[in-house]
């Protein structure tokens, strides 16, 4: 149904955000993924991606001209009666505003679509409203905090929105054509993920945090007094429930419902009396947003489904679903939107090009420098560096699933070692440097396994819980991996043997990851539900303690100990730092700025401290997409 695009609007400028590199690119780009010159500093371009997307566009065109041939053919038929073929489906740009533009939705009439928009600029999004034909865009509001998840009220007369701070967030309404807002709700610290208006008009659906840190859930608020009712009790220490959206009938909220943010499925929450939780999809895939069409039968989500982002439909009572069109490699489609009389829908399209960098100290210069170390067209993420700091593993969807490779220090020498066809993340080295320890997502469900650096061996599992097992790291002496799990109904970290067995539980007041301690001794832990790093004593009763307190949970694979303190991705106003803590001066060094570096697991520190690997986003962008005819 969706045809891939990368049309923009006339005179307008490609999406870039921070870092654009430069055309010129080694021989052998789309292969290449080691980037080795002294001279360059900058990455090579994206002409493959583009390509692509390109292509894509080529192939749309020839099938529907395929398509419309082969309809006049039976219709210039006298022997048959052939019925008016539907209208081709047509997408087209509606926005092509430089930075991201993110959270559509069609206003009641469907001439009109709000969303948000960082406007090219990394401080803060605001709310925009633009109108199907025009060039312009209406903004409606100026803060220098962050404005997100827009939604009309059933006359389009006013938009509700959530604002949010370093410290507090709260939903707040304006007038769709400008004017005096107006805080419906204060949440404090807790952190919101989405906002959608009843039909009545009366109430607003927000998804809040339970606590600080804690899980998502889904709240009703009254447009006109301060109650407040809960809808939905997600687990405590799960991600929670996020993208609530109320149904056209407004007789139910569908939502999305996950174990972890890549861990998701569609639910539908019944609203009155005989309220119920329906779970419509079972294979807890990642999902970038959700709409009712407009007979409240069935619902259009975005996902990540296997290798391929793209739009799916499914029935509100569950059952098959649907593909309505995937994205091309290196793009997403995220936050669908369908219009009231279901003929038009909207979308965000976002490309991004993910890489891995190195920081190293050359002779004779003062202080650190960067260049690209595995660059490609594809994501690149999720750094280790060997024990004898020669070659770096990392996780990649060069090959079109997210598989783990293993390189050079400098990139060169890539090799692919697993082809599993899942979801592969955060590959650990062994001691020895044998063997690595990864986790693997498929089939609804995340292990732990591991891998010979020599490559050509099958992956072994050495987890099976039917929980989440993730984020494996080794103990110092190679006997046993500890790894984070939810089957204590919490994430805790775990140990189990490196062969496999019996995995026995660490921590008791949560864990999301751990590294220890170089002598094995103590066990350094990020928990889910505060800041910080905490300290474990593994032969000792003695309680944990906290020795650095600003690392956010969201960051909680940004960091790596040293004998005499901390590596991590510090987040400052203006941009990113690799930064060092002291144990003895208790003091902060900020050692180099960063360019936008993403919150998933993205720095690696080799153990003589001679190098660093990071992850960048080098280049990041997002559209909103119109199709009419949508059927």
């Known amino acids: ?195 959608t208006w009843s039909p009545d008009g009366r109430r607003l659906a927000a998804s809040v945090q339970w606590e600080s840190f804690g899980a998502y859930s889904i709240l009703l608020l009254s447009v006109d007094s301060a109650s ?41 929450q019944d609203l009155g009396t005989a309220s119920q939780t329906r779970r419509l999809t079972l294979d807890g895939a990642a999902i970038a947003g959700l709409d009712w069409t407009p007979d409240s039968r069935s619902i259009v989500f975005a996902s990540l489904r296997g290798h391929v982002s793209g739009l799916w439909r499914v029935d509100a009572t569950g059952g098959e679903l649907v593909s309505l069109g995937s994205a091309v490699p290196g793009a997403t489609y995220e936050s669908p939107s369908v219009s009231k009389d279901g003929g038009r829908l909207t979308y965000v399209h976002r490309t991004s090009n993910v890489n891995i960098w190195r920081l190293f100290k050359p002779r004779g210069f003062p202080g650190l420098r960067a260049r690209p170390a595995v660059f490609s067209t594809a994501w690149d993420s999720h750094p280790d560096i060997s024990p004898d700091g020669r070659r770096l593993a990392f996780a990649s969807a060069q090959s079109g699933y997210r598989e783990i490779w293993i390189a050079d220090s400098d990139g060169a020498n890539a090799a692919q070692l697993t082809s599993i066809q899942g979801v592969a993340r955060v590959p650990k080295w062994s001691p020895d440097g044998s063997q690595l320890a990864f986790q693997l997502h498929r089939d609804g469900q995340a292990d732990v396994y591991l891998v010979d650096t020599g490559g050509g061996a099958v992956p072994l599992r050495v987890t099976s819980s039917p929980s989440e097992d993730t984020v494996p790291v080794w103990a110092p002496d190679g006997d046993s991996i500890y790894f984070s799990s939810n089957r204590s109904g919490r994430w805790e970290i775990w140990r189990i043997p490196s062969t496999g067995g019996e995995a026995e539980q660490v921590t008791r007041d949560g864990g999301r990851f751990c590294m220890p301690s170089k002598d094995g001794s103590s066990l350094y832990v990020v928990r889910t539900d505060t800041m910080g ?71 690696a520190v080799a153990r003589d401290l001679s190098w660093f690997a990071y992850t960048q986003i080098d280049d990041e962008g997002s559209d909103i997409m119109l199709l009419t005819n949508f059927q």
């Open 533 to 603: 790093i905490w300290m474990y004593a593994l032969e000792s009763e003695r309680e944990p303690r906290r020795v650095y307190a600003d690392l956010d949970p969201r960051d909680w694979g940004n960091w790596s100990i040293a004998p005499s303190g901390i590596y991590f991705i510090q987040r400052l106003a203006h941009a990113p730092a690799l930064s060092f803590y002291g144990f003895r001066s208790g003091k902060i060094t900020r050692l180099q700025t960063l360019d936008e570096v993403p919150s998933h697991p993205a720095l």
């Open 1 to 195: 149904l969706l045809a891939p695009v990368t049309v923009r609007e006339p005179g307008a400028a490609p999406d870039q955000r921070r870092r654009q590199p430069p055309n010129e690119a080694p021989a052998s780009a789309s292969t290449v993924t080691g980037y080795q010159s002294a001279d360059r500093e900058r990455a090579p371009g994206r002409s493959g991606l583009t390509k692509r997307l390109l292509l894509g566009g080529v192939l749309a065109v020839i099938v529907l001209l395929g398509s419309y041939a082969a309809y006049s053919r039976l219709a210039t038929s006298p022997e048959v009666d052939v019925p008016s073929p539907p209208p081709t489906p047509v997408t087209t740009p509606f926005t092509s505003l430089p930075g991201l533009e993110v959270d559509p939705k069609f206003s009641p009439d469907g001439l009109k679509i709000a969303f948000a928009s960082d406007n090219n600029d990394l401080r803060n999004f605001d709310i925009y409203i633009k109108q199907e034909g025009s060039d312009q865009a209406l903004r409606l509001t100026e803060n220098p905090a962050d404005e997100r998840y827009p939604t009309w009220s059933p006359d389009g007369l006013h938009l509700a929105f959530i604002r949010t701070e370093k410290n507090a967030s709260g939903v707040f309404t304006i007038p769709s054509l400008g004017g005096q807002e107006r805080k419906i709700a204060d949440f404090g610290g807790r952190q919101t993920r989405g906002l």
């Open 228 to 268: 407040v009712a809960s809808v939905t009790t997600p687990p405590r220490h799960n991600f929670g429930d996020i993208n609530p959206v109320f149904s056209p009938d407004g007789r139910s909220i569908a939502f999305a419902r996950g174990v972890s943010e890549d861990v998701q499925d569609v639910f539908v």
